[in-house]
């Protein structure tokens, strides 16, 4: 079960807060908005819902996301979590400024903070701290440096001005800081299909195969490190924010033991946004 749970974890978190290509060349077209509703399952069977609201203007953007247990997995183990990233756009990059994530599940809660500057990370609190391990790869400064936190990284800028939902989207390796660990999620173009969500979106979405790599801050002979980093089968579907280049997680599946855990979207309504002069001054370190 640990090894379920963790990559069930994984997934979540890939598909609600997942990874980007924020420093990549390129501009965000516009302003665009996001507001969608996403189910979790293992083998078929529900395991909760959430929601996840993106705003995207000329000089900011925010993301937000929460989410909890439904059904009968409840009466188990309760838990339910939220989350939320904002950051400066500049030039048409996104750059990351703060991360926050709270999480609780059986009266037990983890707390995890993080502020950037510059694809840098000045400071992050862990609640509770990581419990030590003799075998534990050590995190160092430098793995702080050139990452994006788990859920700014959600937001898959396309550079160009070519159709965004294109292999070019899964031409990317992702360096993310969760506040405990460092690791890198390779994706590599697959296919396109075409999705229809139950309200909103209805179209083309780009298939990337990821790979996680873990870096530092892990226990290398832990059983769900060692699966997820031979995992072979993960999938993000990646579907458009209208208005902008950005592209977000429509679909994300991960292979476990016990079927597939699978984080799918029933509700994508975006909508460009009027679009504005910026009124923030940006410097970038």
């Not at 807060?17 to 507001?35: C, E, P």
């Not at 925010?62 to 309760?78: E, H, I, K, N, Q």
């Not at 030590?132 to 793995?143: E, G, S, Y």
């Amino acid at each position: 079960m640990p090894t379920v749970s963790l990559t069930f974890r994984r997934a979540v978190l890939l598909g609600a807060t997942l990874a980007g290509g924020m420093l990549a060349s390129g501009a965000v077209a516009a302003q665009g908005r996001l507001d969608a509703r996403y189910t979790a399952s293992l083998a078929g069977i529900p395991l909760g819902q959430g929601a996840w609201v993106i705003e995207i203007d000329n000089d900011h953007y925010t993301a937000a996301a929460s989410g909890g247990t439904t059904g009968l997995v409840r009466v188990f183990a309760s838990g339910e979590g939220k989350g939320a990233s904002s950051g400066h756009v500049h030039g048409g990059v996104l750059i990351p400024l703060s991360y926050a994530a709270t999480v609780t599940a059986n009266r037990k809660s983890e707390e995890i903070r993080i502020v950037l500057s510059g694809g840098r990370v000045r400071h992050f609190d862990a609640e509770p701290p990581t419990t030590p391990h003799p075998n534990r790869v050590p995190l160092t400064d430098i793995h702080r440096r050139g990452v994006t936190d788990p859920m700014s990284a959600a937001l898959i800028r396309v550079a160009g001005s070519g159709d965004p939902v294109s292999a070019e989207a899964c031409n990317r390796t992702l360096p993310i800081f969760d506040g405990r660990m460092r690791y890198n999620l390779q994706f590599e173009y697959k296919r396109i299909e075409q999705v229809k969500a139950a309200k909103g979106y209805a179209g083309p979405v780009v298939v990337c195969a990821v790979y996680f790599t873990p870096i530092a801050g892990h226990v290398p002979d832990r059983p769900a490190i060692k699966y997820l980093a031979k995992q072979r089968g993960m999938e993000a579907w990646l579907a458009p924010v209208a208005g902008t280049r950005v592209l977000v997680p429509f679909r994300v599946s991960i292979p476990t033991p016990l079927g597939i855990a699978l984080l799918q979207a029933t509700q994508f309504v975006t909508e460009a946004q009027p679009q504005r002069a910026a009124t923030r001054s940006i410097k970038t370190q």
